[in-house]
């Protein structure tokens, strides 16, 4: 079965940077769109930040500057470069992938790691 995992949560100060690392598994034959959402206690999930297959990024304005997300397409890995952080940014973090699997002749599917929680705290 494809899984997604994700990596490098975890606490951090105001004004420090933190790395998040994704790596997708399983029988995978493509992925498309791979991205970071995160959802803050309280709120609904939001997108942080995608990138296309072709390595075209979008990103939510209020990370815009100061987060950078990239892919390793031989590796099946997104990453997510986040600096000046503040402590809004204190959420869970989910990794999601747009892929077809290798084992079932199906469309585009949409698949999510379990999160990790980054704490951005004096």
């Known amino acids: 079965q494809v899984q997604l995992v994700e990596s490098g949560g975890g606490l951090v100060q105001p004004g420090g940077s933190l790395k998040l690392s994704c790596a997708v598994s399983g029988s995978i034959f493509t992925i498309n769109r791979m991205g970071w959402y995160r959802r803050a206690l309280g709120e609904e999930r939001e997108l942080v930040a995608s990138i296309t297959s072709g390595g075209s990024a979008n990103y939510a304005d209020c990370v815009k500057g100061r987060f950078t997300i990239s892919r390793d397409n031989a590796k099946n890995a997104v990453y997510l470069f986040m600096n000046t952080m503040k402590p809004e940014d204190t959420a869970v973090y989910y990794c999601?992938?747009?892929?077809?699997?290798?084992?079932?002749?199906?469309?585009?599917?949409?698949?999510w790691g379990q999160g990790t929680q980054v704490t951005v705290s004096s």
């Open positions: 999601n992938a747009l892929l077809k699997s290798s084992t079932v002749i199906v469309g585009w599917q949409a698949y």
